[in-house]
C-alpha cells in the first residue's frame, strides 16, 4: 500500500508550488489511477513517488515505511515504474531490454545470471509477447513497445507498480489492450497500481480507485463512478459533459453543443 | 612478426620465442633474435594494448553518453595531451612527453568534469558541451606554443600528435600495459550496466542504478586508460569510434559481449594498422594516417551494406 501524505512540490527557484498538499493512498491489489488535465501535477507527483524528485515537505510510504529518503536500488526492489513510450540510443533486443529490470537485483560488478534470465522471460510470457523475444526492441509496433516496458517492470519483481500514461502514444486498439492486461496483472500478482492518465474514459473503465487531481491539489478520490461525474469534470476541466451508460459500462461525452471556450 | 623492413622469415620468428621458452640449439647470437624480442614484439604489444584502451573506452562512453558517435576523446582528453605534448617539446624538455601528456590529458578531463559540475548535478550534455569547450581551448593553447616554437620542434610536435609506436620498448608496456588493464577492469566487471545507463539518467535510476556513481567510474575508467595509451602512443583517431562500431553491427548492441569484444576487436585493428604503417614504405609512416586511411573507406562500405539496419533505423 502506498500513502502519501501531505506532499508539497516546488520547482528549484519557482514561487508557486505544483504539488500543494497530495494525499492520497493506493491499496494492494487495486489499480488506482491519477486523473487529471494537462499541468495539473500528475507527472511531477509521479516523478516524486518514483523517486526522481524530492518533495519539499510531505511523506510517501510504502508499507507504512517512509520511501524519501531510499537509495534508487532500494526503491527499485519496492517499486517498479512503466515509464511511457522512448526510444533507446540502440537496438536492444526484447530479451535484453527486459532483463534490465533486472539491475536492482544484481550485483554492480556482474552481469545477469541464469535466474534472472529466467525471471525475464517468465516475465515476457505473463505479459504475452513471447514470439518477440529476440525482435529489435526498436523495431517493434508501439502497442509491443508498451508490453515490453511492463514486461521490464514485471521482471523487476516489485510489489508496487506505477506506469505513466501507459496508453498516450497508443492507437485505440492497443490502448485497451495494454490497461487490460495491466489489469490482469494487478490481479494476478496482488500489486499496488498507480497509474496517471488522461482519458477519463479509460479511468472509469480500468480503475478501482480514482485520484482527481486538479492545481496541485486532490479534488477527490474514491471509486470511479463516485470520483467521475457531469460536475467533477465540469470544474476540474471546464467543459460541459454528459455521462451515459452504454452497454453496460458508463462512459463520458463531451457536450458538444454547450460553449467548450479556448484550449488550455 | 614477420613483416618489416628486415627480411625474417615466419619459421625463425617462431623459433625466436619458442626458444624465450625452451631453449632450442644455434639460437644464442643470432641479430633476428634482437630484432624480434625487443624491437618487433614490444611495438606489437604496444599496439595491441593501445587498441584495447582506445576501443574499450570507446564503446564505453558510448554507452554512457547515449550516443554511437561519441569517441574517446570526447571529454577533451586528446586537445589536453596535444598541449602537455607540446609544451614539454617547446619549453621544458626536461620533462619526459609521456608524463606531461598524461598529466594535461587528466587535467583538461578534470576541468571538463568540473564545468559540467557548475550545472549542480552532472549530466550528460553539459558535459559533451564542456568537453567541447575544453577541448577547443586547449587546441588553441597548442597553437600558440606551434606558433611560437622554431621549426625543429614543430615537427617533433606535429610527428608525435599523429600517433606512432615506434618508441616501444619493454619498459613502456610493462608500466603502461599494467595501467590500461587495470584501469579497464572495473569497466569490464560493470560493462552490463552500460546497457542500463545508456537507457537514460532517469530510466537507470528507476532501474534502481546509482547513476551518478556508476558513470564516474566508468568515465574515470576510460580516461585512464586512455590517457595512459595517448602518453606513450601520440594521438591515434577512429579507433575507438569505428571498432566499437563495427563490431556492434556484427554482435547487437549488449554490452556483455560488445565490450569485451571491442577491446580485442581493437588490439587486433591497431595491430593490423601498425604492421601496414611500418612496412608499407620504407618510413615509418605515423599510424594514426593508417587508422583514418583505411579506416573511413571500410566505414563507408559497411555503412552502406547494413549500417542501418543494425543502427535500429
Given at each position: 500500500m502506498i500513502t502519501i501524505n501531505d506532499v508539497q512540490f ?9 504539488l500543494?498538499g497530495i494525499n492520497l493512498s493506493a491499496k494492494r491489489g487495486q489499480l488506482t489511477t491519477i ?10 507527483l509521479f516523478k516524486c513517488i518514483a523517486g526522481l524528485w524530492k518533495p519539499e515537505r510531505g511523506e510517501i510510504a510504502f508499507g507504512g515505511k517512509s520511501i524519501l529518503n531510499y537509495s534508487h536500488q532500494q526503491r527499485a526492489r519496492l517499486i517498479a515504474v ?22 536492482a ?48 517492470a514485471?521482471?523487476q519483481n516489485a510489489p508496487a507498480m506505477l506506469f ?22 494487478v490481479?494476478?500478482r496482488q500489486v499496488t497500481a498507480v497509474l ?12 478501482d480507485s480514482?485520484v ?6 486532490v479534488?477527490?478520490q474514491g ?42 | ?205 528507476l532501474?534502481g ?105
Amino acid at each position: 500500500m502506498i500513502t502519501i501524505n501531505d506532499v508539497q512540490f516546488r520547482h528549484p527557484h519557482a514561487t508557486n508550488a505544483v504539488l500543494k498538499g497530495i494525499n492520497l493512498s493506493a491499496k494492494r491489489g487495486q489499480l488506482t489511477t491519477i486523473l487529471g488535465p494537462n499541468g495539473c501535477g500528475k507527472s511531477t507527483l509521479f516523478k516524486c513517488i518514483a523517486g526522481l524528485w524530492k518533495p519539499e515537505r510531505g511523506e510517501i510510504a510504502f508499507g507504512g515505511k517512509s520511501i524519501l529518503n531510499y537509495s534508487h536500488q532500494q526503491r527499485a526492489r519496492l517499486i517498479a515504474v512503466v515509464p511511457q513510450d522512448h526510444e533507446p540510443p540502440f537496438p536492444y533486443s526484447v530479451i535484453d531490454a527486459v532483463l534490465m529490470g533486472r539491475a536492482a537485483h544484481i550485483g554492480l560488478f556482474s552481469a545477469p545470471s541464469e535466474i534472472d534470465v529466467q525471471a525475464a522471460e517468465k516475465a515476457i510470457e505473463e505479459v504475452g509477447i513471447g514470439h518477440l523475444r529476440d525482435k529489435i526492441y526498436t523495431k517493434i509496433s508501439g502497442g509491443e513497445r508498451q508490453m515490453v516496458l511492463v514486461a521490464r517492470a514485471l521482471a523487476q519483481n516489485a510489489p508496487a507498480m506505477l506506469f505513466d500514461e501507459p496508453t498516450s502514444h497508443l492507437d485505440f486498439r492497443n490502448q485497451v489492450l495494454v490497461l487490460r492486461k495491466i489489469r490482469e496483472i494487478v490481479a494476478e500478482r496482488q500489486v499496488t497500481a498507480v497509474l496517471t492518465i488522461h482519458d477519463p474514459n479509460a479511468a472509469m473503465l480500468f480503475s478501482d480507485s480514482v485520484v482527481l487531481i486538479n492545481g496541485g491539489r486532490v479534488v477527490a478520490q474514491g471509486p470511479p463512478h463516485e470520483v467521475i461525474t457531469e460536475e467533477s469534470l465540469h470544474a476540474v476541466y471546464g467543459i460541459e459533459v454528459v455521462i451515459g451508460r452504454v452497454n453496460g459500462a458508463t462512459v463520458v461525452s463531451p457536450h458538444l453543443h454547450a460553449r467548450l471556450g479556448g484550449v488550455q | 612478426m614477420f613483416i618489416g623492413a628486415y627480411q625474417i622469415s615466419p619459421l625463425l620468428v617462431l623459433k625466436c620465442l619458442v626458444n624465450e621458452i625452451i631453449p632450442l640449439s644455434g639460437m644464442t647470437d643470432l641479430p633476428e633474435r634482437g630484432i624480434i624480442l625487443d624491437i618487433r614484439l614490444p611495438r606489437v604489444l604496444l599496439a595491441g594494448i593501445v587498441g584495447i584502451a582506445l576501443s574499450g573506452s570507446g564503446v564505453t562512453l558510448q554507452g554512457v553518453f547515449r550516443n554511437p558517435l561519441v569517441d574517446p576523446f570526447i571529454l577533451g582528453l586528446s586537445a589536453g595531451a596535444a598541449f602537455g605534448c607540446a609544451v614539454s617539446i617547446g619549453f621544458f624538455p626536461a620533462v619526459p612527453i609521456q608524463v606531461s601528456a598524461f598529466v594535461f590529458s587528466i587535467a583538461s578531463v578534470l576541468l571538463a568534469y568540473n564545468i559540467a559540475k557548475c550545472q549542480g548535478e552532472v549530466s550528460r550534455l553539459p558535459l559533451i558541451l564542456s568537453g567541447v569547450i575544453i577541448s577547443a581551448f586547449f587546441s588553441a593553447l597548442t597553437s600558440i606554443i606551434k606558433f611560437l616554437v622554431d621549426p625543429h620542434k614543430l615537427q617533433n610536435i606535429v610527428f608525435w600528435l599523429m600517433g606512432s609506436f615506434s618508441l616501444a620498448d619493454w619498459r613502456t608496456i610493462s608500466f603502461t600495459g599494467i595501467g590500461i588493464l587495470l584501469a579497464l577492469c572495473p569497466v569490464y566487471l560493470m560493462r552490463w550496466r552500460l546497457n542500463v545507463i545508456s537507457m537514460g539518467d532517469d530510466e537507470a535510476k528507476l532501474l534502481g542504478v546509482n547513476v551518478r556513481r556508476d558513470r564516474l567510474i566508468f568515465v574515470v575508467a576510460s580516461t585512464l586508460a586512455v590517457s595512459l595509451a595517448v602518453s606513450v602512443s601520440g594521438i591515434i583517431g577512429w579507433v575507438g569510434l569505428m571498432v566499437p562500431h563495427l563490431v556492434r553491427m556484427m554482435t547487437g548492441p549488449d554490452h556483455k559481449t560488445l565490450v569485451p569484444l571491442s577491446m580485442a576487436a581493437g588490439a587486433t585493428f591497431m595491430i593490423f594498422a601498425d604492421t601496414m604503417a611500418r612496412s608499407l614504405t620504407t618510413y615509418d609512416i605515423p599510424v594514426g594516417i593508417i587508422t583514418a586511411l583505411s579506416g573511413a573507406p571500410f566505414f563507408v562500405y559497411l555503412m552502406k551494406k547494413g549500417g542501418r539496419e543494425s543502427w535500429g533505423k
